[in-house]
């Protein structure tokens, strides 16, 4: 059942960047060491690794007219890391380059950028503990240069780790074309009229919520929280669902309105779920449906409704017609079914 997704094999060390396995839209991208950068496209099969040499991408995004920001740093002579915003068609057309490199507001920092909009924004979204939490700071992208976002409170809750730097809950989810919510210390703010403005109370503990780790459902989202996995209503308190997910590591929409979970370590060899909020039920993916060995994990679950192909991290596929070959679960317990919002 499952396969190995074509042309990652043959390309230099897939597995070697922490940033590997950012996905937006339909790109998946995943780093080399610092030399270079790779990007799939999900809605081609069999797909093709489109390597980007001498272009270090950290993280990306995409503008609404299809120009793709990225947060990279040249590495042949190496440059200090900076946001280029590459032409619509990019990476499949690299006949003109970025009109030019942004210089980051702070040099030092470990960003992020997303588009909130029409908008660029950044943020720093890993520093030394040795600062101060008031240096986490968002900029939006404004005549050529950041200037400091209005209306974000300081941060105040933070994760430790990441070789003792402080994390803290961030990220994106795209609620419809051009109404983005921005994720800012554990809660979420929209745009308006240059202001970023609170909109949604979601309380969101631990620093590794990001911006791939929502799933849109109905009018409002689930997100992941310390692990767990939560439902934001529009003006309502936010609901923990799936109350038997445990260490969940990402979430992203999946076939016929599920929603794709990847766990972390599990005792039950569990790498994730295909989940249907509507009507409670999942199904269970274990390693060994996908061949993998007793230590191998899984980081992210990414569906193409293009190819009708489910992708788990960044070598293995399979049909989503496979799915009908493994058991589904139908638990009656409360948080597996959830109405929409």
């Known amino acids: 059942m499952p ?36 990007f799939i496209d ?42 280029r915003v590459h032409p619509h068609g990019w990476p499949n057309d690299r006949s003109v380059g970025p009109a030019q490199a942004i210089p980051l507001p702070v040099p030092d920092g470990i960003y992020d950028v997303v588009t909130i909009g029409d908008r660029v924004v950044v943020y720093d979204w890993l520093i030394d503990q040795k600062k101060a939490p008031e240096t986490h700071l968002v900029y ?41 919510v921005l994720i800012w210390d554990g809660n979420g703010y929209e ?27 109905g009018s409002g989202f689930f997100y992941r929280s310390n692990g767990k996995v939560m439902y934001a209503r529009w003006l309502e308190d936010p609901v923990p669902v799936l109350p038997d997910a445990d260490n969940v590591m990402y979430l992203a929409p ?12 599990n005792r039950k060899s569990l790498i994730g779920r295909v989940w249907y909020p509507e009507d409670g039920s999942y199904i269970p993916i274990r390693r060994t449906d996908l061949g993998y060995g007793p230590s191998a994990l899984s980081s992210a679950m ?5 190819t009708e192909r489910i992708y788990f991290g960044l ?4 049909p989503v017609s496979a799915l009908s070959g493994l058991k589904r679960t139908r638990p009656r317990g409360d948080g597996y079914r959830v109405r929409k919002a």
């Open 302 to 306: 990414n569906w193409s409704d293009k």
């Open 3 to 38: 396969a190995r997704i074509p042309g990652i094999q043959h390309w230099r060390m897939p597995y070697s960047s922490s940033t590997s396995g950012k996905q937006r839209g339909r790109w998946l991208m995943f780093g080399d060491t610092r030399r270079s950068s790779a």
């Open 140 to 180: 939006v992208l404004e005549n050529g240069r950041f200037v400091p976002a209005v209306g974000l409170p300081p941060v105040q809750s933070f994760d430790s780790g990441y070789f003792s730097h402080q994390t803290h809950a961030n990220g994106k989810v795209v609620l419809e074309p051009g109404r983005d």
């Open 315 to 318: 070598t293995t596929t399979i």
């Open 254 to 265: 999946g076939p016929d309105n599920s929603i794709c979970i990847t766990h972390g370590q």
């Open 42 to 83: 999900l809605h081609v099969w069999p797909p093709q690794p489109i390597v980007i040499d001498n272009e270090y991408v950290v993280t990306f995004d995409i503008l609404p007219d299809g120009r793709m920001v990225v947060c990279s740093m040249l590495t042949d002579p190496v440059t200090e890391y900076a946001i």
């Open 191 to 217: 745009l308006e009229d240059g202001v970023f403005g609170p909109r949604w109370e979601l309380a969101a503990a631990g620093g590794g919520l990001g911006s791939w780790t929502s799933a849109l459902w």
